[in-house]
């Protein structure tokens, strides 16, 4: 059974730094493709960032040179840098893994989300 718990969400102020976790378990590190997606209230969710199984790392527009995807496979988790956060970062964040695209995102897993909320 696989499993994607996400810690590290709260609340910045504009500008700071946040690096979510996201701990999986019951597949092998590496086999499926793994990514960050956010949505936030009245929107439709959005990926912000993916890692393919040879490690290639991809970023929505949004956040490309502020947020960093990264994964330790020894530890089987998943990791998301965001830093330079602005108010419009403010979303629920989720962990998912088994990645296609066909004209819109799915995944086979989905974490529960962590809140991240960016305010003065």
């Known amino acids: 059974q696989v499993q994607l718990v996400e810690s590290g969400g709260g609340s910045v102020q504009p500008g700071g730094s946040l690096r979510l976790s996201c701990a999986a378990s019951g597949y092998s590190a590496n086999s499926y493709s793994m990514g960050w997606f956010r949505r936030a209230p009245g929107t439709e969710r959005e990926r912000v960032a993916h890692i393919d199984t040879v490690g290639r790392t991809y970023y929505a527009d949004s956040v490309n040179g502020r947020f960093t995807i990264s994964q330790d496979n020894a530890k089987n988790t998943l990791y998301l840098q965001m830093n330079s956060l602005k108010p419009e970062d403010s979303a629920m964040y989720y962990c998912?893994?088994?990645?296609?695209?066909?004209?819109?995102?799915?995944?086979?897993?989905w974490g529960q989300g962590t809140q991240v909320t960016v305010s003065s």
């Open positions: 998912a893994a088994d990645l296609r695209f066909s004209g819109r995102w799915y995944a086979g897993y």
